[in-house]
RNA sequence: GGAGAAUUGGCAGAGUGGUCGAAUGCACUAGUCUUGAAAACUAGCGUACCGCAAGGUACCGAGAGUUCGAAUCUCUCAUUCUCCGCCA
């Protein structure tokens, strides 16, 4: 979330922003700042009445060791007093605090000054493409037909199991995914990220952490029992690591990729886009995190957008980049771009990658810090991006190398799948 | 799952109702000394909020309570360790 200061000095610009957003957030800073006004004032008036009542009940203190008992139950009449006053004023402090709280749960980040207007995603902008859309044969088939074919995924089976959007990979099926892990790992861990493997459940402080808790809470699958919830990316976990740490700065900037499953619930889609691999429940990623020194963060936001390049490069995937406009952008990001492959049988373009710069907004959630040159702590930019998704590469994978004589795999795939056709 | 013990500053570790934000040691930073280093000595060394500042307030696992006053007493929860049970 945004810091009171930080709004009170930039009321006008952040609602400038914001407007890319398509959201008019003059009311609610209004609120915030009278509200944090309001709270800075109640504390003023309670440190003063706490700070007599200390001095009182420390000389009361001094006077009982003199033996001077009358005298310091004297005093304790006075105290008793001031206690009701700071009871009272320690009331209105919480309510005045929990108001900015809440209200700042409201404000979505400030969109980067390149973030284009837009409503949804069809106003995205695209910036960067690269390679020939392939020419498929004239019985080629969509990957759900494909994955049937050749037996790689049984989805019905899924269903019988657990429900739609489970599906079961089997055979070379099974096979390329773990390749997939393999490759994006290995590939990730050249680049300088460290690997981790982390906890696919998270308790509620990390869901505020990083920004899935309070608004997102209907996109994860919940455990009440327990109150814990399933991670819907590895950003999650990864990323509160980080909470209530203050980072040495000679360690910036930290890179982690962690590989895990995700779970997502996914209310309310339907219709072509959850056909076959397009949108699961369940699904696995590669995905890598950076925490860097404010002044580095869009350096490598363009790093990691870079180094997912590489990645669809390798795997001979035809791709574009858009950066999100302020309609698609998400609550937390500052600036995103998206990475989408070009799914030949289906004729649509797939996300495959999503990769965001949330400078201060998730670190100021999970208090970490690092020390600037004077020692004070200071809020670091965290980042993170798909590398990438396994479900739509596979299906872009499946549907661009069809042959009449198979599934051709690329090459620098194929090292870890251990074969170079499907047939 | 059952029983017991514990949880204090970067680490170790005192503190069991009053001037404790917290002894001491180690680590760290700066200085003195030294040709340099080590050692020794001196000083500094948590976080957040309020305040122009002086300064104030809060925080001793978390939350509630008792008290004029809580690191210290009570309750609830969490975590860690030991023993028993169970089990990849």
Not at 69 to 97: D, I, V
Not at 145 to 152: H, N
Not at 197 to 225: F, R
């Amino acid at each position: 979330m945004l810091q009171v200061p930080y709004i009170r000095e930039n009321k006008d610009l952040i609602i400038a922003r914001l407007k890319v957003r398509n959201m008019d957030a003059t009311d609610t800073l209004n609120k915030i700042i009278e509200a944090d006004k309001n709270r800075r004032e109640t504390q003023q008036k309670l440190d003063d009445v706490l700070a007599s009542s200390n001095a009182k009940a420390k000389e009361i203190g001094i006077l009982f060791k003199q033996g001077k008992g009358a005298e310091a139950n004297e005093l304790k009449q006075e105290t008793s007093q001031l206690k009701a006053t700071s009871k009272t004023l320690q009331e209105t402090f919480n309510t005045y605090s929990d108001e900015v709280k809440q209200l700042l749960y409201l404000v979505p980040n400030v969109p980067h000054e390149s973030v284009p207007e837009g409503k949804s995603d069809a106003d995205n902008v695209e910036i960067f493409s690269e390679g020939a859309l392939p020419t498929l044969h004239a019985d080629a088939q969509p990957h759900w037909e494909l994955t049937k074919k050749y037996d790689l995924i049984d989805f019905e089976l899924g269903v019988k199991i657990t429900g739609a959007g489970f599906p079961v990979y089997t055979g070379k099926g099974a096979r390329i995914q773990r390749a997939l892990a393999g490759f994006f790992l290995d590939q990730a861990t050249e680049k300088g990220y460290r690997e981790v493997q982390p906890p696919l459940l998270i308790n509620e402080a990390s869901g505020y952490g990083t920004g899935q808790l309070p608004d997102k809470e209907g996109q994860m699958y919940h455990s009440p029992v327990d109150d814990l919830y399933l991670i819907p990316t590895a950003e999650v976990p990864v990323t509160n690591m980080y909470r209530d740490v203050i980072v040495k700065t000679e360690d910036l900037p930290i890179k982690n990729t962690a590989y895990s499953q995700c779970f997502r619930r996914e209310a309310g889609s339907y219709g072509s886009d959850v056909r076959g691999l397009n949108r699961l429940h369940q699904f696995d990623k590669v995905e890598i995190v950076q925490i860097t020194h404010p002044s580095k963060s869009m350096a490598a936001l363009d790093e990691m957008v870079e180094y997912v390049k590489t990645l669809l490069q390798k795997l001979e995937l035809p791709f574009r980049i858009v950066r999100l406009c302020g309609g698609d952008l998400g609550f937390t990001s500052v600036l995103t771009y998206d990475f989408e492959v070009y799914s030949a049988a289906q004729e649509k373009w797939l996300e495959v990658s999503s990769i965001s710069n949330f400078e201060t907004f998730q670190a100021n959630r999970l208090k970490c810090r690092y020390r600037d040159e004077n020692n004070k702590p200071q809020l670091v930019h965290t980042l993170n991006g798909s590398a990438l998704a396994f479900p739509r590469i596979l299906a872009a994978l499946l549907e661009n190398n069809q042959t009449p004589e198979g599934i051709k795999i690329p090459k620098e795939l194929a090292k870890y799948t251990g074969f170079d056709i499907i047939k």
